[in-house]
Every structure is written in structure tokens, then in C-alpha cells.
């Protein structure tokens, strides 16, 4: 930003600096033909005063009137050139300074813009180091959450194996105490049976030889 201004104040310096010369012979020439003029004035006055001394100083009066009308004719041109000359160059000085105005204007606004852009900037690296360091605490407790969910899932394994284990070795059990009451009931009813047998053989009367 202030190197564009360092180029424009320097074109505008430069510019200024050619523009003075020709406004000074501007201003230096008309000023000459003004105490030309001037001064063919007086000789036309001092020749009127003496006109009566004879035919040379009508002849010197008349060519001195010519001299005197081209001269006004001249400067009354060149002032007239001059003048749009000042006219031409006052718009342009105008024209150069509302240019000035206004990119002092936009210089003025692209540096708000870019104070504002770099607030902009700052806030948006400093959510960005905010999030960065939120992520890394998340990324450590994503650690933390794996490292128990693993954990949880290998006691949830060894239990479930112990808890299969324990239901096997029941089942045996189970089925042992069922294969005893199998045995003990096949023996009671073997036992009943040889004791009905008994009982029965016992109760049947006895025949004797008379």
C-alpha cells in the first residue's frame, strides 16, 4: 500500500514540475508584451503631442499606430490563447486532482479492507489452534476410550469363557447326579421287585405229607 502511494505522489511531483515551466513563459510573455504595449502607448501619445511639427511625425505617427494596433492585435491574441491555455490546464489540474482524491479515497478503503482481513485472519488462526488442540485432547481420549473398550471386551471374553466353563462342569455335574438316580432307581426297583418276590413266596401256605 505505501508503495502505490510513493507512485503516485512521485508521478504527481513530476507532472507539477513539467507543468511549471510553461506557465512561467506563459506569465513571462504576456508580461513582456504588456510593457511592449505600454510602452508603444506612450510613443503614441508623445507622437499625438508633437503632431504638429509636420508631415515626419504624421508618417511616424502612423506607423507606430500600425505597430501599436498589430501589437494590441497580437497580445490581445495571445492573451486570448493564453487564457485558454489557463482554462484547458485548470480543468486538467481538476481533472488530475479529483483522480487524487479519488484513489486517496480508494487507498483509504482497501486499508480498512485489509486491517479488516487480517482481524478476519488472526481470529480464524486462532480457532484454528483452538481446534487443533481440541482435536489432539480428542484424538487422546479416543485413545483412552479404545484402550478401555479392548479391555472391556477381553474381561467380557474371560467371563463369558468362565461363565461357559461353569455351565459345562453343571451340566457334567447334572449329569452325573442324573445317571446316579438313574442307577439308584433301577437298583430300588430291582430291590423292590426281589422283595415282592420274597414277600410273596413267604405268604404261600405249606402243604405237609399226612
Known amino acids: 500500500m505505501a508503495s502505490w502511494k510513493n507512485h503516485v505522489r512521485a508521478q504527481l511531483q513530476r507532472r ?23 510602452i508603444r502607448q506612450q510613443f503614441l501619445e508623445d507622437v499625438q503631442s508633437t503632431s504638429s511639427q509636420g508631415g515626419e511625425n504624421v508618417r511616424l505617427l502612423q506607423l507606430g499606430l500600425r505597430e501599436s494596433e498589430h501589437l494590441a492585435d497580437k497580445l490581445s491574441q495571445t ?31 482497501l486499508a ?7 482481524t478476519t485472519l488472526y481470529q480464524h488462526e486462532y480457532t484454528i489452534e483452538q481446534q487443533t488442540k481440541e482435536l489432539a485432547t480428542l484424538h487422546t481420549e479416543q485413545s483412552g476410550l479404545k484402550e478401555a473398550l479392548s479391555q472391556a471386551w477381553n474381561e467380557k471374553e474371560n467371563l463369558l469363557r468362565r461363565w461357559m466353563e461353569e455351565k459345562k462342569q453343571e451340566a457334567d455335574r447334572l449329569n452325573k447326579y442324573n445317571d446316579a438316580q438313574e442307577r439308584w432307581q433301577r437298583v430300588a426297583k430291582r430291590l423292590r421287585r426281589h422283595l415282592y418276590k420274597n414277600g410273596k413266596k413267604a405268604s404261600e401256605p405249606v402243604t405237609s405229607n399226612s
Not at 513563459?25 to 504595449?37: N, P
Not at 489557463?86 to 486517496?104: G, I, P, T, Y
Open 79 to 109: 492573451v486570448s490563447d493564453l487564457t485558454t491555455v489557463l482554462h484547458l490546464k485548470d480543468a486538467e489540474l481538476q481533472h488530475w486532482q479529483s483522480r487524487v482524491s479519488h484513489h486517496r479515497q480508494e487507498a483509504l478503503t
Open 16 to 38: 507539477n514540475q513539467k507543468e511549471k515551466h510553461p506557465y512561467e513563459g506563459v506569465y513571462r510573455s504576456l508580461s513582456q508584451l504588456e510593457e511592449r504595449f505600454e
Open 112 to 118: 480498512k479492507t485489509s486491517n479488516t482481513l487480517k
